[in-house]
């Protein structure tokens, strides 16, 4: 069963036992959207009006998003997340001494543009998300702001 996320510039569906989060302060709802899969997990879709190269913009991501791994084990580099084009990195490391995910993923909408999705799990529920992540980023659409 699915539900759908419905804002101004940004909706989705995405799986109906997923929980929305509350937006945090200063963040505009019509271009955030933070969903918990479970207690340990969730997946952030930010959208943004990029003023430096998507590249830039995702190795500031993974400055700011590194400090919740303990210890990082590997880092590989994507070009295709869930059937998206554009930049990113699968990052795995250690939370205490649990095996953990963080992928961050940047692509160009239209103009200026651009969307970050950040994916945070642990790694043993990496297939049990999956279908998940792909129903989000199989609806994702966009409203030039």
Do not use: C
């Amino acid at each position: 069963m699915k539900s759908r996320y419905q804002a101004p510039n940004l909706s989705f569906d995405y799986p109906a036992s997923w929980a929305l989060d509350a937006t945090p302060p200063g963040m505009d709802l019509s271009l955030f959207a933070r969903l918990r899969p479970s207690r340990h997990a969730y997946i952030e879709i930010v959208v943004y009006t990029a003023t430096d190269p998507i590249e830039v913009v995702l190795e500031e991501a993974i400055d700011r998003h590194l400090r919740r791994l303990n210890s990082l084990t590997k880092r590989t580099e994507l070009n295709i997340w869930q059937g998206l084009n554009g930049v990113g990195v699968q990052l795995a490391g250690k939370v205490q001494r649990t095996d953990f995910l963080l992928t961050i993923f940047e692509a160009p909408i239209e103009n200026q543009d651009a969307f970050e999705i950040t994916a945070f799990r642990p790694a043993k529920d990496e297939h049990r998300l999956e279908s998940g992540f792909k129903t989000i980023t199989d609806s994702l659409r966009f409203i030039q702001f």
